[in-house]
């Protein structure tokens, strides 16, 4: 069965080129450099692995890196009577925990994060070519946009399944002082506190703050790269550079994470509060906040979502052309399609 599963996805419309040249459609090769060729055939088992590794370095590191400001931002959503801002929230947590404060949640940060990392990434591309298949060459084009938000959204569910016990410690560390200060000690409290269900009363609105995220953060990057290519970049991208290439991969990124922070910020806080309310739920948290209250906290967000989203995404391209995985090119009509346009 999986052999035959992945025979069909190595067909995808998506497939990109390795050493040999592959035809994406019938008048057009796209072929590795002549003294490169791919580590691994597209939609083989080490292909996946290898962009799940990807995932794991991309999610685990940059997430863990940028805790202090993820410490700020929760504390200022839970007590903005205490934190008012991003920069009074850093001096009142330095004088109270001095710099080492600031590092409070790293261990669930990354752990957490690593494990989500491999399954949004590596979903995603499996994803994406079990749907392109069930569509056809010329329907992905046509719905690749769809596509994108589907196989996202699919990978992103699976994912936080990993990502909700770490998480939950994350906000518990961070914001209720004197309660854990490592994932060693804070899980087998939260065990004991609240049993296994603990690690998960905040799968629901975390499904509500990450799928619309990971759904803006794949699809807009896959078209804001597309449109750059096509009318920015004055060459085709196989003619530009790697340098160049992930210049355009961090740039796309960085567009996607601020769209990605606006979406998902209002579940974002309702997680954050959640998790510091004991015995709480998603509705009672909302209608406490209220709507400024949902929204507390994005701009600091903003900016930790799109430095976070652009090095996700330069870090995840980055491991492709180390490993050199085939990466396919933005995608074009089909010629089968524009005959049909032509004719009509």
Avoid at 94 to 102: H, N, V
Avoid at 129 to 154: F, P
Avoid at 262 to 278: E, F, G, M, R, Y
Wanted: hydrophobic share 40%.
């Amino acid at each position: 069965m999986f052999q035959a599963l992945s025979e069909k996805l190595k067909n995808s419309p998506f497939k990109s080129a390795h050493c040999e040249g592959l035809k994406v459609n019938e008048n057009r090769v796209i072929a590795a450099p002549a003294n490169e060729e791919a580590s691994c055939e597209f939609g083989s088992a080490k292909y996946y692995a290898l962009c799940g590794f990807g995932g794991i370095l991309s999610c685990g590191l940059t997430h863990t890196a940028i805790v202090p400001l993820d410490l700020v931002k929760c504390r200022i959503q839970v007590d903005p009577a205490k934190y008012k801002n991003i920069f009074h929230g850093f001096k009142v947590t330095i004088a109270e925990d001095g710099m080492r404060g600031l590092a409070k949640g790293w261990g669930p940060t990354f752990v957490g994060y690593s494990i989500q990392g491999l399954g949004k990434f590596g979903f995603y591309e499996l994803f994406k070519n079990v749907y392109s298949n069930m569509l056809g060459e010329e329907k992905t084009y046509l719905y690749r946009t769809s596509l994108y938000l589907a196989s996202s959204a699919s990978a992103e569910f699976f994912a936080d399944m990993g990502l909700c016990p770490f998480e939950a410690l994350k906000v518990r560390i961070q914001t209720q002082p004197g309660w854990a200060n490592t994932l060693r000690e804070g899980f087998p409290k939260l065990l004991a506190e609240e049993g296994a269900w603990g690690f998960y009363k905040g799968i629901t609105p975390l499904w509500g703050r990450q799928i619309p995220y990971t759904m803006m953060k794949f699809a807009c990057f896959e078209r804001t790269v597309e449109a750059i290519y096509k009318y920015v970049v004055p060459k085709k991208r196989e003619d530009c550079s790697k340098p160049e290439q992930l210049v355009v991969t961090f740039v796309a990124g960085y567009i996607a994470g601020v769209f990605c922070a606006v979406v998902s910020h209002p579940a974002d806080t309702i997680v954050s509060k959640l998790n510091q309310d004991k015995g709480s739920g998603v509705v009672a948290v909302a209608q406490k906040l209220g709507m400024a209250g949902l929204w507390r906290g994005l701009g600091p967000r903003i900016i930790m979502i799109g430095t976070l989203t652009a090095l996700q995404w330069f870090i995840y391209d980055s491991v492709k052309v180390a490993f050199r995985l085939p990466r396919p090119p933005p995608p074009e009509m089909p010629e089968s399609l524009k005959k049909k346009l032509q004719q009509s």
